[in-house]
């Protein structure tokens, strides 16, 4: 039994941000902090803080701007940080609320009904709670039937959920399978640190797997698949359930992280990220292709992960040749930002629509973990 892409859904908040408003915040918070510390910093106990810059974020990350479920709070000095307001168990929590919009989205395309749904996985990098799963609860938002459940390999959530979907639809426990990834990655996104303030934004994205017996004519056929993980620190986030068993390092305060930032939520060493993991995700792409048979230029698009655009083109480089055409490798990071497992699905999403039968192309994601997925497809119909 063979599995396929039948569908992909996008939900996009309405409000974005540009570099500009950004760094005009961050700067406030500059002078404001500088000048609530300014006895500590000229007696040398504190460093003076300094200021962002937008034209270095665009050159540093390709970034320009990136949309967010909370656009007041994040840009207000005094705040800078999302508020969502807590909501009632009776209510839909927002990641089911996002992850249901883009749900709907993949299912509307192709007039599926979602009493045709086997199973669910909420595949992302923050769950909202420990339990009950968020995918659980977006089933009963869809009325769906069948089982669901939570995953999270940080930003290759979304592949590892493609591949998790295959094998339950090989392995017969469903044939219609729904990855669902809710991002709202400024939530872990920590806007006092000038280093990384500006890289993640929120979405939402839906992938429908399904059956060949199943599917539509017009369909992705998942023709390979490869997942890797290797361990490291350089991409950390120390939330989670047992902070508060270590009541001198509970929650943001406590214990810190590198430069004295916290580490309950996203640090990362920009610079080893980048040297370590464009290597892992060029080999994988060219082994991959080897094990298939499969010339790299044969790939007619490489959906890559939206972390950082310099990254995307070594990658791109390296697999495809120094003289790559641009249109082979999209871009979504530039109006998005990073939005984690989200990213390669957004740019799969909205880059596929010249694609003719037989043409062959590749979602792949790397991030924390480390991790990278590739989902090699090829259109039929
Ligand atoms: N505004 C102005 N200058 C800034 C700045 C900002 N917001 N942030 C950093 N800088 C400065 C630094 O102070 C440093 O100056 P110095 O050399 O005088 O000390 C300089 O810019 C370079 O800083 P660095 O952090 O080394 O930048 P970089 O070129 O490595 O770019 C990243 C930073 C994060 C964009 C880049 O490392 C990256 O994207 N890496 C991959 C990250 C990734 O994919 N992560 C996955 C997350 S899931």
Redesign the pocket.
Known sequence: MKAVISSTGLWTPEESITNEELVESFNAYVDIWNSKNSSSISNGKKLELT???AS??EK??GVKSRYTISKKSILDPNIMAPRIPKRKNSEPSILAEIGFKAAQNALAKINRNPKDIDAIICACSNLQRGYPAVAVEIQNLLGAQGFAFDMNV??SSATFGIETARCLISGGQAKTVLVINPEICTAHLNFKD??????FGDVATATLIESDEVCEKEHWEIISSKLITEFSNN?RNNFGFLNHCAPEDDGMIGERGKKGLTDKLFV?N??S??KE?VPIVADMIIKECDKNNLQPDNLKRLWLHQ??LS?NQLIAKKVLGKTYEKEKTPIVLDEYA?T?SAGSIIAFHKYNSDFKNGDIGLICSF??GYSAGAIFVRKNG
């Open positions: 200021y962002s810059n270095f974020i540093a990350s940080a930003c000038r280093d990384a303030h500006f890289i991409i990362q920009g610079r990220v980048f993991v972390a950082n990254m990073n984690s991030g924390a």
